[in-house]
Every structure is written in C-alpha cells, then in structure tokens.
C-alpha cells in the first residue's frame, strides 16, 4: 500500500491526544464560570411548554414503581448527591429521587415552583408523558392511577434546597471565600465569583427579611465589582433556603455579627455551588403561593 495512504488512514483511527492543560485565560474563566456550565448542559425539551433549554433549567421526571405497593409515582431525579448508607435519607419518596431504575421513561419541566403548581392545580400532571413513553411501563393497568403528589412544587423546593446547602457548606470547608461586613465592601473584591448574603445583625432572627425594612437585596441580583468582571451576583439566602438553613450556613462560615456576605472566589471548586443557586433562583423567581386546597387527583 502507499505510505502516504496508509498514513492519511491511520491518521484518523489512531487516539486523540489527551486535551492539553495549559488553558489561555478565556478557557480559565469559562471553566471557573457557573453560568457558562449551566448553559452549556445539554438541550432537552419542556414537555409542558415545549420550549427547548438547556437541562440545568428543567427538572427530569421518572416514572418510579413503589417498592412496596408497586403504584407508579412520578418522582423527580438529579437533585440530591448519593449519601453513605448509614446516613440514607428516611423518606422513602426521597431515597426514589436519588436514583432510579434506568429502564423507567423519563421526562423534562420547566425548573418552576409556579409550574408545578400549576400542574397541580390544573391536573396537568399526564402531558408529562405521552401515551408513547408511557407504553414502554411493565404495567399497562396503572397508567390511568400514576401518582403525582399534591406538594410537589414543595417537595422539589426542599431537595432544591438540601442541594444548594451542601454545595455552599462544601465552600465553608475550602479556603475559597471571605467575610464582608457590607455590600459596600464586596465592590473592593477581586476575583468574585458571586455572594451569599445573610443579613445584618438587626435582621438576624426574623423569619423572612424584609426589603423595606433591613436594606436587604432580592433572593437574586448583582453588585458592581473591580474588573476582570464587572457585575456579579447577590444570593439572599434567608429568601432562597429559609433561614434556618441560612443560619446553619452562617456558622459553618464562620461569620462575626457584624458579617452580613461572604464573597465566593471564582474557582473551579465553587462552580457546582452557583450553578445550583441559580437553579434553585429560577425555581421560585415569580411564585407566589396560590390560595385554597388543591383539587384531588
């Protein structure tokens, strides 16, 4: 054979080089970038809206068959970090969360509080799946009866929750954060990747911050730094997960009374943290909680 053939063939069978590891200072701050991850997910579809987005916006449904009475429920997947055996979550719908069997069809929704209660409310919970997903099920007799709980916008808010609260203890662990007595103070940061804020001493133990009265930002915006990055983003954690779980945070940082933020360097061990608090912003930017009972499905 000629040589130049043969070597124009094996040019492409043999193996890709590893990619390398020295990375220009664009590929630094994407890869330290949460926002460019999130947008970077792969594109699946809304089976409520039809909308097409990328998968950190939507939340994965799989029809899961209860271990005991074998009903089918839907149950919502990727959203809590597999735990150690000992310490296994004690609700049984939540152990089905964590993983599932791969055989079940599974869908996608819009990552929205106000979705899901919509959903509820408006017994919408069948055009997650169409008729053609449904089919591939073992028991063809329980498609009518799968099971949608009625707190569903609220059993996805608590996993929500749980997950953004590991990935911001994880933070609390790494030497990757700074305590701020104010906003004012975060603008003299460099190298932010985004803030957690907590409150002011004033506003520490009531329930739910009030703009109006403590100064306090919105559950999401952003605060003019020095450069390379001019805006980044403000979590109000009391807002996002409650502020039970926002004071267990602050003192797993570590803050004085006089801390009211913490300042998140950008680093590729905090991506995972400010993927999910957007994520978790999204969930409930626009909710509002309807009045009345839902109506049985």
Known sequence: MDPAMKATIMKHRSPKPPPSKHLNPLQVKLKNNPYAHALAAPVRQCAILKTRLPSSFLIR?????????????YIPQGMAKPVPVDRAPSDLEEQLSLSAPPNGPSSYALSSASLLQHITLQRKKRKLFTWELLNRCQALEAKSNIIWRRDMHEFVLGLLRKRVHNETNYIATRRCFSRCATLEEVQRKKQVGF??????????????????????????????????????AVYNLPRLLGRGLADALRHDFGLEPHNEAVVVKSRRSTVDAGVWLWKLEG???????????????
């Open 195 to 232: 803030v957690l804020w907590f409150g002011r001493p004033s506003s520490a133990h009531r329930d739910v911050p009030n703009d109006k009265e403590d100064g306090g930002p919105m559950s999401y915006t952003t605060i003019a730094t020095q450069r390379p990055v001019a805006e980044v």
């Open 61 to 73: 449904y799989r029809l899961v068959a209860h271990p005991e009475t074998g009903a089918l429920w």
């Open 283 to 297: 969930y409930l930017a626009g909710f509002e909680e309807a009045p009345g009972e839902c109506t049985e499905d």
